[in-house]
């Protein structure tokens, strides 16, 4: 394959052939908590994981969400436009749980709350992933740019959200990363799969947090799986 741009803890990104506007994406099957402390290979993963963001990425490109996927390379890889990255994590949390109980312990885990919320992170293992509030974030992106981030989460919150729901999964949250094209189209960018969203049932996981609570790999696997199959049979991946 061609020449590696650059590889994290779940995926490698490697430049495509022929083409220097485009990426492809390569997810592994290493899983990992806590800042990498924790870390499994779970065989299969990095083939769900492809199939789920694909598959996702696809469903918002169709509804006028702009994501870099342009195709799904069975099993385990996607054809993506290449992206400078903006190093933020941008979450949406539709009901309280994880870290946001620390923040605002007035909310009880599992509430619903009154709207969306979101949160920028800036994206740094050495620095543990840092909440960042509005005057942080001018440092790092332009107003306009926070603005259209903040918009784009929110419209992706509703598709994903009736999404999830018709497939009987509620969507507790999500991690989306951005970045921008060569011709500084600005874009979602990285991956939505497991890992980056919470999915319930009835309180029940269907995600990572399986993993952080202690979870083995394949408890992990068997969650991983069924919100795969639910979603392949939606959206059929060629
Ligand atoms: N379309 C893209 N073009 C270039 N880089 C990308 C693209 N999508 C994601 N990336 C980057 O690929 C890297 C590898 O992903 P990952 O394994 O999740 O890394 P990390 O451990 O830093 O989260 C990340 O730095 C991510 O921002
Ligand atoms: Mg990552």
Known sequence: MAAKICEGKTKKVFAAENDGSK?????????????????????????????????????????????????????????????????????????????????????????????????????????????????????IVNREAIEEMKQITLKANEILKKFFEELGFTLVDFKLEFGTTMQGELMIGDELTCDTMRLWINGESFDKDIYRRGGSPEDVLKAYRKVYEAIKERIELK
């Not at 605002?104 to 620095?127: A, N, Q, T, V």
């Open 23 to 139: 990426v492809i994406i390569f997810f592994k099957d290493d899983i990992t908590a806590f800042n990498g402390k924790r870390h499994d290979i779970i065989p299969e993963k990095g083939a769900i994981s492809a199939y789920i963001s694909s598959a996702i990425f696809k469903l918002l490109n169709e509804n006028g969400v702009k994501t870099h996927f342009i195709e799904y390379i069975p099993p385990n890889k996607m054809l993506a436009w290449k992206l400078n990255m903006i190093p933020l994590e941008i979450v949406c949390r539709n009901i309280a749980t994880g870290s946001l109980l620390k923040r605002l312990p007035m909310l009880k885990k599992g509430e619903r709350l009154k709207k969306p919320i979101i949160e920028f992170f800036y994206k740094s293992d050495e620095l543990g992933d840092p909440l960042l509030n509005e005057c942080h974030l001018e440092y």
